[in-house]
């Protein structure tokens, strides 16, 4: 079983920057393709980001490219989300999420799911 906590959201004017993290625990996901999601109120959840194992390849939602990046460090069990230029469309739930696979194709559901933290951005 795979524990995934994020942290670093919080509430920011309109082009801030804030970097989320993910720690796991239970077993590492040194070995795991990562997700990132995000769910704002009244909308489903959306893709975001996704790292493969050693963090070789990633993947960005349209929305995000170019703004948002993730990586890892596997040697912490961690992983991360530095978003810059934050838009008030931003703003939603951030959520982490572990692959069953190394490598991350496009649609693959997570296997693990974190809590969530929430990212508030002003206009």
């Known amino acids: 079983q795979v524990q995934l906590v994020e942290s670093g959201g919080g509430l920011v004017q309109a082009g801030a920057s804030l970097r989320l993290s993910c720690t796991a625990s239970g077993r590492t996901v040194s070995r795991s393709a990562m997700g990132w999601f995000r769910q704002a109120p009244g909308k489903e959840r959306e893709f975001v980001a996704a790292i493969n194992w050693i963090g070789a390849s990633t993947s960005y939602a349209d929305s995000v490219k170019g703004r948002f990046t993730t990586s890892r460090d596997n040697a912490k069990n961690t992983v991360y989300l530095q978003m810059n230029s934050l838009k008030p469309e931003d703003t939603a739930v951030y959520l982490c999420?572990?692959?069953?696979?190394?490598?991350?194709?496009?649609?693959?559901?997570?296997?693990?799911w974190g809590q969530g933290t929430q990212v508030t951005v002003s206009s």
């Open positions: 999420a572990a692959y069953g696979s190394m490598l991350y194709l496009r649609g693959m559901e997570p296997t693990y």
